[in-house]
């Protein structure tokens, strides 16, 4: 939106085209914003947003109070919530007669309203000015959120506090009737029966089934006759995806940030966001009609299993899907506070989560070809909302669920050490490069082939389409003719229209990929029992193959020997490396205790997490080795350090992963020259797709599992029956997603918004740089350092 000006008021001629252009746009402003009902901001004296200047001759040493809000009545907070939340009762008719009034989707959804707006304006208690009913339920619902209180304990406050009050107070009594409340600001969620053997859903056309018709088996539990309730086997919990959208649109807070995608994001040569990415770009062009409107909305999708209980010996799983959109700046994107659940699943679905998935693709499906007309509140007009999913973000080992096969003509793999190993990546060196024609110091053979090629989806689908899958459940037989090649299923994603038209449909989970290529080859270099690739069946392979005869066992007595190999450690370099590792400290917040993690005596590590491995392999791992392997041994182990600091950099550079794309091939062929091949397990092969993906999708940010991760950690917190796990947290997810709407309103409260900074020890700031703008308590006498003046900086 074009900043308005005011510097047109100092014009003494009402006459001239400034002054009266100038009317207009104040006019055109006042009435999109309305400021009869909005208020304005008394504290907003300087309109440094609108043409004035700001003075700065005040000096840069004095105390600074950052993040300065005006003093807003907690009524009139909660009265912007309502009317974002139901914008049909805040908008007008626009001046063309254009229909721009959202209306109430049926007379429950007003009745909603209209509860909402009594308890606004019903007084806690008579002659009480400063809350509201509906005020004061949603501060105490919003510190139960964010304190984890339990419903016993809220209660227990309710309590007290309705005792404190005047007799005549009107605060609910007990959390069931404060929910009942904040009905109307929360967006609910589905519940879908569900056969027990995954064969599928007791939904749409087969919702009146008693019986799974694939399986035969009951669709609710054995119970006494005279039980009235039927008690269903398996339960999926569905949160529609559509109002969650069009809530993105309808809050003042969002809004305009739904189009930062195209309006203010830089394109050159730097990717930021995914869309700079290839992909997204040639979705653009392959759907213009879809990218001609920039709130359109880009989904990606992530689901991965997490044990409720967070105890080990209970063999149970909960499987939730999320849902994101990108077109938030990248300081909103991927945070937990814009994320949506969308499916919640009740075990492990295996490759039957395409069952599970029926309900969000028929929705998906709708959303791409019809839409749902949607309240854009930055403009004060109705558009139709469209959605598309860019791609999925898994673990490698779920990637075959959403999958069905392979993606590529043929893969570089054979059978070593008892297990599958992949091999080969001189296929993707030019073909003229003389390691090709090396045959000792690799596999024992010349290298021929060239790189395989990728199948589009196009050409995946077609051959999908050739042939018949047996239906999903457990009780099928999943044999299948050889005639279906790898392909185990179709994937239901397929059923979308553009899904076939991607350049990206799933994504390689980076923060796995770097945690096993890190525990590989530290497991490897450190011989650590149990985690070294470097096993008496590999150096059998090495036999077998007849190369590398000086890591052949050795039989020189009547016992045949594994002597230790030149890439690993001895005992005491082992020693001296452990020892370096648990002496590094790092900065607070830039990773966990590593130290804590090291066992020198036992010579190994425990516990690492993938953050942990993450900045192991980044900053550890090519400093504490320099001296202790050879230097054959070190430069690729450096040279892969320096591949995942660039790869996972915020900010990337099309030249730089070009060059990636290059280097991680050279690392690869000089780890087959130093590693058995048992070394090559399949996260060691996809790195040589990364870049190829980072230049399709942009950084690795927007893609990696490290969000999803952390958001898995807080619902486990929120179980509290442990006897229906599911049930607690999809209840705790409502709550949690309304009072989030809620807290982007509330000014005087703490929320995720606006809580500061995690070590604020108050300071200073430096306004005249940016890159010193940050508030920090300098040490020693700041009045013996030098100042400069803005032109000086300049």
């Known amino acids: 939106m074009r900043i308005m000006s005011r510097r047109w008021i100092q014009n003494p001629n009402r006459c001239a085209d400034e002054y009266l252009d100038g009317i207009e746009d104040f006019i055109e402003f006042a009435r999109r914003h309305n400021p009869v009902r909005n208020g304005m901001i008394e504290t907003y004296s300087i309109w440094n947003l609108h043409g004035e200047q700001v003075d700065h001759a005040s000096s840069s040493n004095a105390p600074r109070v950052d993040n300065v809000e005006p003093i807003v009545d907690p009524n009139d907070q909660v009265m912007g919530i309502i009317q974002d939340a139901f914008p049909f009762a805040s908008t007008n008719i626009n001046q063309e007669g254009e229909d721009d009034v959202p209306t109430p989707i049926d007379s429950a959804e007003f009745e ?77 969620y589905e519940k879908i029966h569900a056969c027990k053997n995954n064969c599928m859903l007791f939904y749409k056309e087969h919702e009146t089934l008693d019986t799974c018709p ?44 739904m189009r930062w995608h195209k309006e203010k994001r830089v394109d050159d040569d730097v990717m ?20 001609a409107d920039p709130r359109n909305v880009r989904l990606g999708l992530a689901t991965d299993g997490f044990n409720p209980y967070g105890v080990l010996n209970q063999h149970h799983s909960t499987w939730p899907i999320f849902a994101f959109p990108y077109n938030l700046p990248p300081w909103k994107c991927m945070k937990k506070e814009y994320m949506m659940m969308t499916v919640l699943i009740t075990e492990d679905p295996g490759r039957s989560i395409d069952v599970y998935l029926r309900p969000l693709v028929d929705e998906l499906k709708d959303l791409w070809t019809n839409g749902v007309r949607t309240y854009d509140k930055s403009t004060g007009r109705m558009f139709t909302l469209r959605a598309a999913v860019m791609w999925t973000v898994n673990d490698f080992q779920h990637m075959q669920w959403f999958l069905g096969g392979a993606q590529r003509e043929d893969v570089t793999s054979g059978w070593h050490a008892g297990k599958v190993c992949y091999l080969g990546h001189r296929r993707w060196l030019p073909w003229d490069h003389e390691w090709r024609e ?55 994603f397929f059923e979308l229209p553009y899904w ?56 020189d007595s009547d016992k045949a020997r594994r002597d230790l190999a030149f890439f690993s450690m001895k005992p005491n370099d082992k020693k001296e490396f452990l020892k370096f590792v648990s002496s590094v400290k790092f900065p607070d917040g830039y990773a966990s205790n590593i130290a804590r993690c090291v066992n020198v005596d036992g010579g190994k590590f425990t516990g690492l997490k993938s953050h942990d491995c993450h900045v192991f392999m980044q900053r550890l791992l090519p400093v504490g080795i320099r001296h202790l392997l050879p230097e054959d041994v070190v430069k690729p182990i450096m040279l892969l350090s320096r591949f995942f600091s660039q790869l996972t950099a915020k900010t990337l550079r099309r030249t730089d992963m070009f060059q990636l794309r290059h280097d991680i091939v050279q690392v690869l062929c000089k780890f087959e020259m130093i590693f058995p091949p048992a070394f090559f397990t399949s996260m060691m092969h996809v790195m040589v797709h990364l870049p190829e993906e980072a230049l399709l ?22 179980v509290r029956n442990r006897a229906k796990p599911e049930g607690s947290i999809i209840e705790a997810w409502v709550q949690y997603e309304s009072l989030t709407f809620c807290g982007m309103y509330l000014k005087d409260v703490e929320t995720v918004f606006n809580r500061p900074q995690r070590n604020n020890d108050g300071g200073m700031r430096n306004e005249k740089l940016s890159v ?14 030098e100042s400069f003046s803005r032109n000086d900086m300049e």
């Open 112 to 188: 909603q309203y209209e509860k909402l707006l009594k308890n606004a304006n019903q007084e806690l208690y008579p002659g009480c000015e400063s809350f509201s009913v509906l005020t004061a339920i949603v501060e105490l619902m919003h510190g139960k959120i964010k304190y984890r209180m339990s419903n016993l304990c809220f209660d227990y406050f309710l309590g007290v506090f309705k005792r404190m009050l005047p007799t005549d107070n009107c605060l609910p009594k007990d959390h069931k009737h404060a929910q009942k409340v904040l009905h109307g600001l929360g967006l609910g």
């Open 214 to 257: 694939i399986c035969n088996e009951s669709r609710f539990k054995m119970t006494s006759q005279n039980r009235t309730t039927k008690i269903p086997q398996k339960v999926m919990r569905y949160l529609p995806l559509k109002p969650r959208l069009q809530r993105l649109y309808m809050s003042t807070h969002t809004a305009t940030d």
């Open 272 to 291: 930021r966001h995914p869309a700079d990415g290839e992909a997204w770009k040639e979705f653009d062009r392959t759907f213009p009609e879809f990218a």
């Open 438 to 492: 090396k045959d000792k110091e690799f596999d024992g053979n010349t290298e021929r082939r060239l790189r395989p090629r990728e199948w589009s989806g196009d050409e995946i689908l077609e051959q999908l389409n050739r042939l018949d899958f047996a239906p999903f459940g457990k009780t099928v037989s999943r044999t299948r003719p050889s005639t279906h090649l790898n392909w185990t299923h179709k994937p239901m």
């Open 500 to 555: 076939s038209k991607l350049k990206l449909r799933h994504n390689l989970d980076v923060m796995h990929v770097e945690k096993n290529v890190f525990d590989t080859l530290v497991g490897t270099i450190l011989d650590i029992e149990g985690k070294t690739k470097d096993t008496i069946k590999a150096r059998l392979d090495l036999e077998r193959m007849g190369i590398r005869r000086g890591l052949w066992m050795n039989r």
């Open 697 to 718: 999708a942009g950084p690795v940010n927007y893609r990696w599992m490290y969000p999803i991760e952390r958001l898995l950690g807080e619902l486990k917190k929120s």
């Open 772 to 785: 010193f703008a940050q508030s920090a308590r300098p040490f020693g006498d700041p009045g013996r350092g």
